[in-house]
């Protein structure tokens, strides 16, 4: 049975893997691997470059050995002619050990030019697969890229879709209440039409409709002023030649008595 230790390192683990996978980008894994394998790559030639000179460099000293045979053997002749034999042997011996040294540098020069060919067809190789990852590589991240634009569309469309629908309900709810406040202000207007609702604040008057119906008052009470002033002084004499009383006739002078 596991412990509680063991179940929480399990726990801690998958989160961590959630999380590195979350965040982990696929084309930048691959770009550090095409590094990676470049690296291989570089060192591979830098192991050819340095069997390569080290070949030189013993090849040098088998040319220089081989020169220094000749010597001897020329001294070792010399010697001979001049019945020197003893000279002679020492120049030979001495060209025998050069000789043997020719022959382990010569052995040690071939190992190294298998070595070397070895390397350089393991360095043709490594460049061989360094570019066909780098082609795969720069595939895979292309499609990853198209993929990834796809994905962020279809999460915009799907994000809009879902703020269209908000948008949808908004109007349905804005026509809703306009559609009510209509209705309410038709009815209020067929009640004031019927007399059924009286307007106690007998409509909206600007100022300058307010001056043209306090002129329009003015000029009919003037003009019925005017009017009934007329009808009262053509009334007058009338009433006064009624008024006055019919003059009696005179008496006459009454005779004296007798």
Known sequence: MASIWDRIRLIFSSKANKFLDKHED?????????????????RVRRGVADVATSRKRVELQVNQLNGEVGKFTNAAEKALSMGREDLAREALTRKSGLQQQIADLTAQRDQLA???????????????R??????????IKATYSAAQAQ?????????????????????????????????????VDELLASGALADPTGGFKDDIT????ALASSSAVESELASMKAALTAAAPAAEIEAAPAEAP?????????
Do not use: C, H, M
Request: net charge negative; proline share 3%.
């Open 26 to 42: 696929p084309r930048e894994t691959l770009d550090y691997s095409y590094q990676k394998q470049t690296e291989l790559l570089q």
């Open 114 to 128: 298998a070595e070397e060919e070895k390397l350089v067809r393991a360095s043709s190789q490594l460049q061989a």
């Open 130 to 139: 360094v570019d066909a990852f780098r082609t795969q590589k720069e595939t």
């Open 151 to 187: 994905a962020q569309v279809n999460d915009a469309f799907t994000g809009l879709s879902d703020e269209l629908g908000d948008v949808g309900l908004a109007i349905e709810r804005a026509k809703d209440k306009t559609e009510q406040l209509q209705a309410r202000a038709s009815a």
């Open 210 to 213: 307010r001056e043209l119906e």
């Open 250 to 258: 005179a008496e006459a002078p009454a005779e004296p008595a007798e």
